[in-house]
């Protein structure tokens, strides 16, 4: 294969939707299935799937929350044991109707989220208040039939994610979870990822089928379309009613619990390569990368071959040592440059490159991804200049970032503005809207939806749609 | 609750069955669910689970395997590929026909396990020499269809489980892919869940259903039956034909590559409870145990709690710092009597118990699960001490095991003995075997089946059942 055929073949800021695809598959992200609408989380895309998975594992379980694992199949029955929440869901559910030959006496569906088949066994596990909360967190695949083109990562039938689900005694209680949950979530989406989002409530029309009230986090795309990177749920009475999630208060008297349920999912990867990547393909924020820095040995004469390779294995020893991610690629029957080419497109944060030009120089060459800039470095404080540029290259992406949002955010007083700014450049629009009645017409009319409803508005305004007075402050958007 | 109601009611050599269940259930390691024959992995049984995955998973990253993720539904037309492997699997496969209201063009198996689906993708990935070896595992659940009753970790409908699926140049490369896992499965088995097995070939009869052949371990539960333990299978060119998984050799010649499999599930889980616990319930081996010690600090009065809330901090944070998981259990609402008795439930290996009389003598009092010996250590040495008793009891867990599996392992010279041992104790039976013939109509009359055929047998006899010579030594048994 030549390098060309390796490259993107087409410009980020001017066919976004190919670009993507490009660098999904030529970073070897994940792969296409013929099971339509479902994709392969190729190994290198789950590496980062697994940095996420145990950045979030190690917090939710230092405040005590233990995963667990329920049935894949849900009885039909069970999932509609909450008739709002079943009418949301049942146009995508995917149903298992036969065992083998047989046909089974009540379908099961695949699991398109867990709450009820969940629910059950709270009712069995719950009895007093000595047994709440209960902090259960899973991490599965669910399946939703997705009518639409498939997008790796953003829009697939069946997707990784975690799904976590609590009991609580009060309601207190279960609000403060659904917030601890998404300011977790929020710190590992900007303080990890290096995206910056907004954050806040879902409206009535927007909210998980079943919840009292969703909070969401959104993230700003480059072609202005919002992408939801995450719920979480306070659903209340709502759940616990049905499923009879009841348990003996400290007041001797019998209670319904309070619930929540919140979740995140592998398209948070999605998010990170459209956020960050540039026309040589991925581009990782070094806290979620998998390799932090891949050292390159640049061998031209046999003579120095040893005092390279000793070179770089000093090197990737310190820097292990202090716990950055090393890779070093001394594989035969590859040339540097096709090595350069191959890890920027992987989007490793940092290149090292020692030759015999930096032996003799007592410096190692470091090349940013983000960047492209080359530094070189003394050898005797390699370990600790590396370590600050990568944080350098954490800070850098995620500014960068942030200057794309604050440049897709727009305040519209009046349809005529909202619509100019939705089709000239899209991104987020602040404007005051009265009611869902409103909403309805605004998406109707351009596609936009409420992504988020901040969760303090103090300001109050003229509804950008019909004008009344005393309307709340949102953000809309075009959305993936 | 009472206590009597928390604890065992039958007793372990009286009714396994039972015992069995109860523990399962009283240790809250899994529970039932509505979804018939489909299983609830509860926060403690999944906490071991992630313990077994943790060393698998670490184990298999070292020697160059990496994690990756493959639809869950499988196109009926790619299950098909492979005639030998569908005739196997069609039985137990549940099929989804329905997307909403709609019925699918083509039926989707949910996957029993993944050969078919992952292959697709290696037919795309696999171009070049330089492309192998694909070493890849994957962790999720696969769900075959259980006509039996359903019984936690051994006989579910839906299992978590690994399954590693790897391509290499040559059949020698593949042959010993197959031999370096079986390997590292024997380790975790016997020096982790300390559980002594049978380490061999299945037959013709008993292999995979498209495998060249299967290696497999065994082990002897308490009642006489075996329980396959993993397994590990040389798949040849079986499957790289049909599913054209083929590339371009370093003599410039297309080959078909050269495939394995290998699969571990939660029922090692199960093994180690029939295995080692008791009739006070279950008994961790130390290196599984997601808690290896827990500290009950023992108040009287008032005057003394300071001193004793000190002293069970200072012990945790020592045992910590050398890696012990250590729980200290300061819940006033039970009495250390209750807590003793749950612990006991749950297997932790090691009970510390500080009062006011290990105040005043230095010491603390450690508890054995595995012998409920009680043992007085000194303060100053404790650290070490229990670290040591630590080992002492994953040692002896084993050794009793391996007195167990000795004392259910007898020779059968002909059908009559053969019978006899099966009716009195079961166990496994070393037998000489002539051909499938015999072995079919050895397992039609007595139930038992080949468990394992010996990698090297030297050793050649007449047929238990025939009488012919020069037959094989081969181990029978009945099995889960």
Same mark, same amino acid.
């Given at each position: 294969?030549?390098?060309?055929?390796?490259?993107?073949?087409?410009?980020?800021?001017?066919?976004?939707?190919?670009?993507?695809?490009?660098?999904?598959?030529?970073?070897?992200?994940?792969?296409?299935?013929?099971?339509?609408?479902?994709?392969?989380?190729?190994?290198?895309?789950?590496?980062?799937?697994?940095?996420?998975?145990?950045?979030?594992?190690?917090?939710?379980? &230092?405040?005590?929350?233990?995963?667990?694992?329920?049935?894949?199949?849900?009885?039909?029955?069970?999932?509609?044991?909450?008739?709002?929440?079943?009418?949301?869901?049942?146009?995508?559910?995917?149903?298992?109707?036969?065992?083998?030959?047989?046909?089974?006496?009540?379908?099961?569906?695949?699991?398109?989220?867990?709450?009820?088949?969940?629910?059950?066994?709270?009712?069995?596990?719950?009895?007093?208040?000595?047994? /709440?909360?209960?902090?259960?967190?899973?991490?599965?695949?669910?399946?939703?039939?997705?009518?639409?083109?498939?997008?790796?990562?953003?829009?697939?039938?069946?997707?990784?994610?975690?799904?976590?689900?609590?009991?609580?005694?009060?309601?207190?209680?279960?609000?403060?979870?659904?917030?601890?949950?998404?300011?977790?979530?929020?710190?590992?989406?900007?303080?990890?990822?290096?995206?910056?989002?907004?954050?806040?409530?879902?409206?009535?029309?927007?909210?998980?089928?079943?919840?009292?009230?969703?909070?969401?986090?959104?993230?700003?795309?480059?072609?202005?379309?919002?992408?939801?990177?995450?719920?979480?749920?306070?659903?209340?009475?709502?759940?616990?009613?049905?499923?009879?999630?009841?348990?003996?208060?400290?007041?001797?008297?019998?209670?319904?619990?309070?619930?929540?349920?919140?979740?995140?999912?592998?398209?948070?990867?999605?998010?990170?390569?459209?956020?960050?990547?540039?026309?040589?393909?991925?581009? /990782?924020?070094?806290?979620?990368?998998?390799?932090?820095?891949?050292?390159?040995?640049?061998?031209?004469?046999?003579?120095?071959?040893?005092?390279?390779?000793?070179?770089?294995?000093?090197?990737?020893?310190?820097?292990?040592?202090?716990?950055?991610?090393?890779?070093?690629?001394?594989?035969?029957?590859?040339?540097?440059?096709?090595?350069?080419?191959?890890?920027?497109?992987?989007?490793?944060?940092?290149?090292?490159?020692?030759?015999?030009?930096?032996?003799?120089?007592?410096?190692?060459?470091?090349?940013?991804?983000?960047?492209?800039?080359?530094?070189?470095?003394?050898?005797?404080?390699?370990?600790?200049?590396?370590?600050?540029?990568?944080?350098?290259?954490?800070?850098?992406?995620?500014?960068?970032?942030?200057?794309?949002?604050?440049? /897709?955010?727009?305040?519209? &007083?009046?349809?005529?503005?909202?619509?100019?700014?939705?089709?000239?450049?899209?991104?987020?629009?602040?404007?005051?809207?009265?009611?869902?009645?409103?909403?309805?017409?605004?998406?109707?009319?351009?596609?936009?939806?409420?992504?988020?409803?901040?969760?303090?508005?103090?300001?109050?305004?003229?509804?950008?749609?019909?004008?009344?007075?005393?309307?709340?402050?949102?953000?809309?958007?075009?959305?993936?």
């Amino acid at each position: 294969m030549s390098s060309k055929e390796l490259g993107i073949t087409v410009k980020k800021d001017q066919d976004l939707s190919e670009w993507y695809t490009q660098v999904v598959t030529k970073a070897q992200l994940a792969d296409y299935s013929s099971a339509k609408g479902f994709m392969v989380l190729m190994p290198y895309g789950y590496s980062i799937w697994e940095k996420i998975r145990e950045d979030f594992d190690k917090k939710i379980k &230092a405040i005590g929350h233990k995963n667990a694992y329920f049935p894949l199949l849900i009885p039909e029955r069970l999932l509609k044991t909450e008739t709002e929440h079943f009418a949301g869901f049942t146009p995508e559910v995917f149903w298992v109707t036969h065992s083998g030959d047989t046909e089974l006496a009540e379908k099961l569906a695949v699991r398109p989220t867990s709450e009820t088949i969940i629910y059950e066994s709270y009712s069995k596990w719950v009895k007093s208040w000595r047994d /709440l909360p209960i902090l259960i967190n899973v991490w599965n695949s669910v399946v939703r039939a997705e009518i639409t083109s498939t997008r790796p990562f953003l829009r697939t039938t069946e997707f990784l994610w975690q799904e976590g689900h609590t009991v609580h005694e009060t309601e207190k209680e279960a609000e403060e979870e659904v917030m601890t949950i998404l300011d977790i979530y929020t710190k590992l989406v900007e303080e990890k990822l290096a995206i910056p989002i907004l954050v806040g409530k879902k409206t009535e029309r927007e909210k998980f089928k079943g919840a009292v009230y969703t909070t969401t986090m959104e993230a700003m795309m480059p072609d202005g379309k919002a992408l939801q990177m995450g719920t979480s749920h306070h659903l209340g009475q709502k759940f616990s009613v049905p499923f009879e999630i009841k348990y003996l208060g400290k007041d001797e008297k019998e209670h319904y619990g309070w619930t929540t349920s919140w979740g995140i999912s592998w398209r948070l990867i999605g998010a990170a390569i459209l956020s960050h990547g540039d026309d040589r393909g991925l581009v /990782l924020p070094p806290r979620i990368a998998p390799t932090q820095v891949v050292i390159i040995p640049i061998f031209y004469k046999e003579t120095d071959q040893k005092d390279i390779s000793d070179e770089v294995r000093h090197l990737s020893n310190q820097l292990e040592q202090i716990g950055i991610r090393t890779l070093i690629d001394d594989r035969a029957q590859y040339t540097p440059g096709w090595k350069y080419h191959e890890w920027e497109m992987k989007g490793v944060p940092l290149r090292v490159e020692i030759g015999p030009k930096d032996i003799r120089a007592k410096q190692v060459t470091v090349v940013r991804r983000d960047t492209r800039e080359k530094i070189a470095i003394n050898r005797s404080d390699a370990k600790d200049r590396i370590n600050g540029i990568l944080s350098d290259v954490q800070n850098h992406l995620y500014e960068r970032a942030r200057k794309s949002l604050d440049g /897709l955010t727009t305040t519209a &007083a009046d349809m005529k503005s909202f619509r100019k700014v939705l089709e000239e450049k899209g991104g987020f629009i602040k404007a005051f809207l009265s009611d869902e009645s409103c909403e309805e017409k605004i998406k109707i009319e351009t596609g936009a939806t409420v992504r988020v409803v901040p969760m303090k508005t103090a300001k109050k305004g003229s509804c950008v749609y019909c004008g009344a007075d005393n309307s709340n402050e949102v953000y809309f958007a075009r959305s993936y």
